[in-house]
C-alpha cells in the first residue's frame, strides 16, 4: 500500500485564548541534527496552539557557519 500521505500541515487549530479554530502561523524554532522544530501560532491573538517536529534534517546540515570575526586592535590616541 502506497502512502497517501508523506506530511500534514495545520491550517488551522483550537485556540484556548480565543477559544475556537483559527488560523495558524507556522514559526521554524530551531533547526537541530534530527529535525526541525516548529511552532504554531494563533493568528488572531499571536499565543502558542502547538508544535511540530519533522525528521528532515538536510537545512542542518546545509546551514553555513558563522564567519569568524577578528578584534579590533587598539587605537592609538
Known amino acids: 500500500m502506497s502512502e497517501s500521505f508523506k506530511e500534514f500541515e495545520a491550517s488551522s487549530l483550537f485556540c484556548p485564548r ?3 479554530a483559527t488560523a495558524v502561523r507556522k514559526k521554524l524554532l530551531l533547526v537541530l541534527p ?3 522544530k516548529y511552532d504554531y501560532t494563533c493568528s488572531v491573538c499571536g499565543s502558542a496552539v ?3 517536529t519533522d525528521n528532515d534534517a538536510t537545512d542542518f546540515y546545509t546551514t553555513p557557519a558563522p564567519p569568524v570575526r ?3 586592535p587598539p587605537r592609538l590616541g
Do not use: P
Request: hydrophobic share 10%; net charge positive; proline share 0%.
Open 70 to 72: 577578528r578584534a579590533k
Open 34 to 36: 534530527t529535525g526541525n
Open 50 to 52: 502547538g508544535g511540530k
Open 18 to 20: 480565543c477559544r475556537q
